[in-house]
T-cell receptor, first 110, second 116 residues
Framework: RKEVEQDPGPFNVPEGATVAFNCTYS??????FFWYRQDCRKEPKLLMS???SGNEDGRFTAQLNRASQYISLLIRDSKLSDSATYLC???????????FGRGTSLIVHP | DVKVTQSSRYLVKRTGEKVFLECVQD?????MFWYRQDPGLGLRLIYF???????EKGDIPEGYSVSREKKERFSLILESASTNQTSMYLC???????????????FGPGTRLTVL
């Protein structure tokens, strides 16, 4: 079983919609969590960190549920430019090596 | 802005050839990584280096080797390329001197390697 799991999608939503993705992790020693974004034929880039208390960056909200071992990303008022693959990234206890999920594909259509 | 560059965007090689993929970062980062990315499989770590001349195997090191002679440069070597090594290869770097958890990865643009 993969340590970090994501629904590959694609999630196909209209502009203006609210969409949410989850990412589950299996290692309870996981300490730090992030969302990266990867545009088609481009490299992944950090989107946002995920803090224990939840955090927001404009239209994006990230949350962590340690009890159920998942993180979530909520995108409000989706834009065409939000179309991308969203990668969940988890660091486990003292390691510099991240574990990447396989990504969730989002397609926002007019 | 951190910049990670890779020597080629596209590369076509023949089976059995020795292939060198070069990666350079300009932010004095301690850690450097080589990944390959394949559809449906996501990013898989090949090798990791946390210091000059230091390396650790990742999840899929077979058929690959690496070299880090200078802090800013991390090379991936395919000793004898095979068709199953056709993939997108991504290099990344991270600061490495702060707390290990939460070390932001900065990626290069990738090299799409085709082995015929």
């Amino acid at each position: 079983r993969k340590e970090v799991e994501q629904d590959p999608g694609p999630f196909n939503v209209p502009e203006g919609a609210t969409v949410a993705f989850n990412c589950t992790y299996s290692n309870s020693a996981s300490q730090s969590f992030f969302w990266y974004r990867q545009d088609c034929r481009k490299e992944p880039k950090l989107l946002m960190s995920v803090y224990s208390s939840g955090n927001e960056d404009g239209r994006f909200t990230a949350q962590l549920n340690r009890a159920s071992q998942y993180i979530s990303l909520l995108i409000r008022d989706s834009k065409l430019s939000d179309s991308a693959t969203y990668l969940c990234v988890v660091y486990t206890g003292g390691s510099y090596i991240p574990t990447f999920g396989r990504g969730t594909s989002l397609i926002v259509h007019p | 802005d951190v910049k990670v560059t890779q020597s080629s965007r596209y590369l076509v090689k023949r089976t059995g050839e020795k292939v060198f993929l070069e990666c350079v970062q300009d932010m004095d980062h301690e850690n450097m990584f080589w990944y390959r990315q394949d559809p449906g499989l996501g990013l898989r770590l090949i090798y990791f280096s946390y210091d000059v001349k230091m390396k650790e195997k990742g999840d899929i090191p077979e058929g690959y080797s690496v070299s880090r002679e200078k802090k800013e440069r991390f090379s991936l070597i395919l000793e004898s390329a095979s068709t199953n090594q056709t993939s997108m290869y991504l290099c990344a770097s991270s600061l490495g001197t702060g707390p290990p958890s939460g070390d932001t990865q900065y990626f290069g643009p990738g090299t799409r390697l085709t082995v015929l």
